[in-house]
């Protein structure tokens, strides 16, 4: 692929037209509702491919700032409406995912090769089964769920043989978890106090099953999101074998371009330069599917915004579509300490938006903010 310099919208010496790599990442944040929110939260997500929500306050975030929904329409969105769904979803990380595309995630999802190490595929397929039947019309805890899974199968279910990080071992039937909801078994419910708390995405979506074609249909929402990209950067996005992957490109209707791959007659890019000032959350889709990863974390970006090369675990500050910083925020009470470590002098013009960005970010979480540029001290997420 070429190699690409990116210019930034301080740089003198700027071009009048942007170049290659400035007009891809255009698009980008044109598709991801970054330059202009969009009044819809799931063509949102849709659009992101799905919203990261390890930290479920970061996935908030990340859909409110591309709509400018309040918090708790995003909310309303996945426990009232429905509209949206909380489940696994690309590399097995939870995921918030538009409630109408559980045909497509799962027919792609499920379709991944898959291991196990303490089940066999037969008892897989029972613990699936029986979480489907203990879900239908319940919502249960962890605990609830085990005692489930057990009375329908047996007790090799519920032997504890799973390290849980120094906790109690979990039960057996956890490791079959992945394929509950890879096939559209399982998705998470509102928590119930503070433990989480299961149901089945066929209060969601009834009747649904997971489409033939699924993961045609991601390969090309991805491609629309993200491209153009390779099938290295398509495999890493979903944590899917190499082989499985290039048969996937194979069968898609797709067409090459400098770069890699798009949709079959979505070749086209913007003329406008990329620009504007953003504060993204942990984990956000744009950092994490977005490739290359030099283009998108420019000079310094690379080593102190990415954890080894992956993306995601530092909330980043986006200066013309490329990190250009890196973000923490404190909270006491109503009190939101946002602290900014630009790696570059930053324009009074560019500080006058990174206000514009803490002052939303300070409403979205119902808070007062104050704004530090300095150093961030806090490590990454693990």
Not at 155 to 162: C, D, L, N, Q, Y
Not at 316 to 325: E, I, T
Request: glycine share 10%.
């Amino acid at each position: 692929m070429t190699q690409i310099r990116v210019l930034h919208a301080d740089d003198a010496e700027r071009a009048d037209r942007p170049t290659p790599a400035e007009r891809v990442i255009g698009r980008r944040l044109r598709r991801h509702s970054l330059l202009e929110p969009s009044a819809d939260p799931v063509a949102v997500v849709r659009a992101m491919c799905g919203a990261h929500a390890q930290v479920m306050s970061a996935a908030e975030l990340s859909i409110g700032l591309r709509t400018n929904s309040t918090r708790q329409q995003v909310r309303d969105a996945l426990w009232v409406d429905r509209t949206l769904v909380k489940t696994r979803g690309p590399r097995g990380t939870v995921h918030v995912l538009p409630t109408a595309d559980l045909p497509m995630w799962t027919g792609a999802l499920a379709g991944l090769p898959q291991r196990w190490a303490l089940l066999t595929a037969e008892q897989v397929d029972e613990v699936v089964a029986a979480i489907a039947d203990a879900l239908r019309d319940a919502e249960l805890t962890g605990d609830e769920l085990t005692e489930a899974v057990v009375e329908r199968t047996g007790p090799w279910a519920g032997e504890r043989v799973i390290e849980a990080f120094g906790g109690t071992p979990w039960p057996r039937w956890v490791e079959a978890m992945g394929a509950a909801s890879n096939r559209g078994a399982m998705c998470f419910a509102p928590n119930k106090g503070r433990k989480t708390a299961y149901t089945s995405p066929q209060r969601w979506l009834p009747g649904f099953t997971p489409a033939a074609d699924g993961a045609v249909e991601l390969l090309r929402s991805y491609l629309r999101s993200y491209g153009p990209a390779t099938q290295a950067h398509f495999a890493k996005w979903l944590a899917a074998p190499k082989r499985w992957v290039n048969d996937l490109f194979e069968r898609a209707d797709l067409e090459e371009v400098d770069g890699g791959w798009v949709v079959r007659g979505d070749a086209s890019w913007p003329d406008e330069p990329a620009g504007g000032v953003r504060l993204l959350p942990y984990f956000d889709a744009y950092v994490v599917g977005s490739h290359p990863r030099e283009v998108v974390f420019p000079g310094r970006a690379f080593e102190r915004a990415l954890s080894g090369g992956q993306a995601g675990n530092f909330p980043v500050l986006l200066v013309d579509g490329v990190v250009a910083g890196v973000w923490h925020q404190k909270r006491s009470g109503r009190r939101i300490v946002v602290t900014v470590e630009p790696f570059t002098t930053l324009s009074r013009a560019r500080l006058a938006e990174l206000d514009r960005q803490v002052e939303w970010i300070g409403e979205f979480l119902e808070g007062r903010p104050e704004l530090t540029i300095g150093t961030v001290t806090v490590g990454g997420h693990a």
